[in-house]
């Protein structure tokens, strides 16, 4: 596609409940990225995808939070058993190789 | 780690006044980008400087690379109303990192 398309654009979920986030980056970009965005705060990394390489997890906030990217393209974020504090902004970026990241749009994901 | 400061986080400027952020490391920054993000909406690249000292200019946004490769500055000649929205610098030295933020608001 033109851009990096993420889905759903807004989610509720109940407080215990999963969730799965997807980013459909950009064909060819080799480089994707997982960024959660609370009202009005910066951009927090969570994860990190680069080619085949094994991803940089680092940023993940809890062993509740995992990410995969199947085939080099499409990526899912899952939230198990989901908290109040997970309510946030979840923005997927990507890039060919590096500098310059198109962002998605972002889900919106409120746990109520 | 990696941690990039933004300063101020704030900026309320009248129409037609300069604008300007700081971007500051404590480490040397293989690159800098940043990033402008209008309310509501995602994040959208505007540059990337990667020599020390480099300036380059987009119309009325000009932006440096510091010599030491440790800091970072965007200015903006004569605000206008479409200048509203969040910079964020951002630099990618093992993973894409951004800094803290500027919010700028203009008043007309």
């Known amino acids: 596609g033109a851009g990096v398309s993420q889905s759903p654009s807004n989610k509720v979920t109940e407080k215990g409940k999963d969730v799965e986030l997807r980013c459909d980056p950009i064909?060819?970009?080799?480089?994707l990225y997982w960024y959660r965005q609370s009202l009005g705060q910066g951009l927090e990394f969570l994860i990190y995808?680069?080619?085949?390489?094994?991803?940089?997890k680092s940023g993940l906030p809890s062993d509740r939070f995992s990410a995969e990217r199947t085939g080099g393209s499409v990526s899912t974020l899952t939230i198990q058993r989901t908290q109040q504090e997970d309510s946030a902004v979840y923005l997927c970026?990507?890039?060919?190789?590096?500098?310059?990241?198109?962002f998605g749009s972002g889900t919106r994901l409120t746990v109520v | 780690g990696q941690q990039v400061m933004q300063i101020p986080q704030y900026q309320h400027v009248q129409e037609g006044e300069d604008f300007t952020t700081y971007c500051n490391s404590s480490?040397?920054?293989?690159?800098i980008q940043w990033y402008k993000q209008r309310p509501g909406g995602h994040p959208v690249f505007l540059i990337q400087?990667?020599?020390?000292?480099e300036v380059k200019k987009q119309k009325r946004l000009t932006f440096q690379f510091g010599e030491a490769k440790k800091n970072s500055s965007l200015h903006i000649t004569a605000t206008q109303t479409t200048d509203v929205g969040t910079y964020f610098c951002?630099?990618?030295?093992?993973?894409?990192?951004f800094g803290t933020g500027t919010r700028l608001q203009v008043f007309p």
């Open positions: 970026a990507s890039s060919y190789r590096t500098g310059g990241y198109t």
């Open positions: 064909s060819g970009h080799t480089a």
């Open positions: 995808f680069q080619g085949n390489s094994a991803p940089d």
């Open positions: 480490t040397t920054l293989s690159n």
């Open positions: 400087l990667v020599k020390s000292g």
């Open positions: 951002a630099s990618e030295t093992d993973k894409l990192i």
